[in-house]
């Protein structure tokens, strides 16, 4: 099969260049000043907390007298965020606020959008490359599992047993922080432990669904599951559900989404972790402008957290997420 | 273009290069493209046709490009691969294994020589599924359909236990200057030139050596092509082994770009890479098919996708246009076959 040697020759003979993609052309020089268009780019399509997001980030521009222009990948995947920022950034908006759906894959194509001179500004998720975003503005998400951990603790009381974490996808920031924080506190409670490591359901709720249930047929001392989101999240009611299990194993979720509220309501859920993307989108705004006149921007901003259970669920309401501003 | 000769009617008519051109299978879905470029140059003038829109077009199809090459042979014969996406994944997921393992723990600062040798493990990683799927094919006679399903599945899971469900991000940082983000010939991409010339040999060996005469013979009618002599059995296994090995390389040109092995991503390659060949022209049937067409058929969804992104259309119109453009292309070029034939 020379055509095998001929194709591996090509590979290594297209990688022989010498330039680098987007090096030249680059104007990264000081920020149009009429230019008032934003731009933001969330983690995925129609869900709840990226809708609250986008909400408070209008709300905010609409004061300062800017647009936000919001286009979401119809999956949490990296590879259909990509062509999405590179998008909008070719149309270059004065600032882009993005919540990269990789830590690693996205920092490419942002680095080619701030490269035309688009301030970036990173909100919920971030990237380990720190130096592409101004500010990023996200939850204390190892705190948010801390909390979790917490929380669970006081509903299991002095029962003793094992906990399961369910967790998204490897390599998504937020979740992963979630579960480190929440083993990493459970570790001060000696009657709970953990059912093995932190289990990945590609963010899909019917995996989360039969991650549980094959969770309740192996430990048969499951008193707690703590799903670090939304879809997680409403998979492991799914699978309680199915097994009769619900309210008998305490179920703390992440986030609080109308269904995790109405689930909280039903005893679906015990507790939920909730975050204030509102308060993210706003913020991600503030910074960006301030980027954009040259005042002092923060590098980074945590958002507040908030466990809410079914008896404070009045006094909360402001943190439920909306599905439309 | 506007050449019009009449025929006389003689016994075999030479047709103009005109009619063939405007009866060719590209043609018409070729000028799609271009009104579409057309059209979104005149909605976005400042965005839309600039050196750095056209070079994101190119980098961000490019790794699909090779999957739809090594599609366009497999439909050509009349079968399917859906499983494409996933041996792009476990490809590159035995590749960086692999770097990583010859660097002892982390790949980042590895050399060429540790470098090619991930290229060759990304390669005989998709080899591998491709005997397979190529083998219960042929040999077994399982439907192409069931095989590339399975192992759409069975890759993917395999991919994942060699490294307990989670990525590797550990990617030489030579590879990924060199062919990730590096570029050649005054500012066209690495990546870009990598799947061009792979289109282009591609194309090559399907319209003009015995190999590509045998993978239309094969589609168009395999009993008769196997009373001709065609050794049809061995000729598929070599189209599904071709077609992993596309898949391999396409997986070490995504490792190499998004240096990540992006479990979670590339669901959808599989569709969209069938999607983008059967636009080009390429009969679900089999035995019709060119390599051109499935170029023209990658950067169709991904100009309207760019457009309607740049333009501020809402996503889900691009679904839905994304799918119409589809549909259209298949019908108009029915309608235009069938009137042919009638004629």
């Known amino acids: 099969m020379w055509f095998v040697g001929a194709l591996a020759a090509v590979l290594v003979l297209g990688a022989c260049g010498t330039g680098q993609v987007g090096e030249d052309g680059s104007d990264s020089g000081a920020p149009d000043q009429n230019n008032k268009r934003l731009a933001l780019v969330p983690g995925v399509q129609n869900e709840p907390f990226y809708i609250s997001m986008q909400c408070g980030a209008e709300a905010e521009a609409k004061a300062q007298g800017y647009t936000v222009d919001t286009q979401a990948p119809q999956k949490f995947d990296a590879t259909l965020q990509e062509p999405i920022v590179t998008g909008l950034g070719a149309d270059k908006p004065a600032a882009l606020l993005v919540a990269p759906t990789d830590d690693v894959a996205m920092t490419e194509p942002l680095l080619q959008v701030k490269n035309l001179g688009v301030k970036i500004v990173e909100v919920d998720t971030s990237l380990q490359d720190r130096s592409v975003a101004v500010s990023t503005i996200t939850s204390n998400n190892e705190e948010g599992g801390r909390l979790a951990a917490k929380t669970l603790a006081e509903l299991a009381g002095s029962k003793s047993g094992s906990v399961l974490v369910l967790d998204t996808i490897a390599g998504t920031s937020t979740t992963n922080a979630r579960a480190k924080g929440f083993l990493d506190e459970l570790k001060k409670y000696p009657n709970l432990k953990p059912a093995g490591e932190a289990q990945f359901t590609q963010n899909e709720p019917d995996q989360a669904a039969s991650k549980v249930t094959a969770a309740l047929a192996s430990t048969p001392d499951l008193i707690g599951i703590f799903a670090t989101n939304l879809n997680t999240g409403e998979g492991a009611a799914t699978g309680l559900r199915n097994a009769n299990k619900t309210g008998t194993v305490s179920l703390v979720g992440f986030d609080a989404s109308p269904s995790e509220v109405d689930g909280l309501r039903a005893g679906d859920f015990q507790a939920l972790i909730a975050q204030d993307p509102a308060t993210i989108g706003k913020e991600g705004v503030k910074q960006a402008v301030a980027a954009l006149k040259g005042e002092k921007v923060t590098r980074d901003i945590e958002a507040p957290l908030v466990a809410i259970t079914k008896d404070n669920m009045a006094e909360n309401e402001k943190f439920f997420y909306k599905t439309e501003c | ?343």
């Open chain 2, 1 to 343: 273009m506007t050449a019009t000769t009449v025929e006389d009617g003689g016994a075999i008519q030479r047709r103009s290069l005109g009619t063939r051109l405007v009866t060719a299978n590209t043609f018409w879905i070729a000028l799609v493209l271009l009104a579409l470029i057309i059209i979104f140059s005149a909605l976005a003038p400042d965005a839309f046709p600039t050196v750095f829109n056209f070079q994101r077009l190119a980098i961000e199809t490019a790794v699909l490009l090779v999957l739809a090459v090594g599609m366009t042979f497999v439909i050509i014969t009349g079968g399917i691969d859906l499983s494409v996406g996933s041996v792009l994944i476990f490809a590159g997921m035995v590749s960086a294994k692999t770097m990583n393992a010859l660097s002892g723990g982390s790949a980042i600062e590895a050399g060429w020589g540790v470098i090619i040798a991930g290229l060759v493990a990304a390669v005989l990683g998709g080899l591998v599924w491709g005997f397979v799927n190529g083998f219960l094919i042929a040999k077994a006679k399982v439907p192409p359909l069931i095989v590339t399903l399975g192992s759409f599945g069975a890759a993917l899971g395999a991919a994942s236990l060699l490294n307990n469900g989670s990525d590797i991000r550990t990617v030489p940082t030579t590879l990924k200057r060199a062919l990730g983000s590096g570029t050649s010939f005054g500012g066209i991409p690495n990546l870009v030139i990598t799947a061009a010339v792979i289109t282009l040999i591609a194309a090559w060996l399907l319209h003009t050596t015995r190999f590509g005469r045998y993978t239309f013979a094969v589609g168009s009618n395999p009993e008769a092509a196997r009373r001709a002599g065609i050794g049809v059995t061995a000729h598929l296994l070599k189209v599904y082994l071709l077609t992993g090995f596309l898949a391999g390389a396409a997986g070490f040109m995504s490792l190499a770009y998004y240096s990540t092995t992006g479990i979670a991503a590339h669901a959808t390659d599989n569709l969209n890479a069938i999607a983008a060949v059967v636009m080009g022209g390429t009969s679900l049937f089999g035995g019709v098919g060119t390599m051109v067409g499935t170029v023209i058929g990658v950067f169709i969804p991904a100009v309207l996708k760019k457009g309607f992104n740049i333009t501020h259309v809402q996503d889900y119109w691009q679904m839905i246009a994304v799918g119409a453009v589809l549909v259209a292309a298949v019908w108009f070029d029915q309608q235009r076959r069938r009137s042919r034939n009638r004629s």
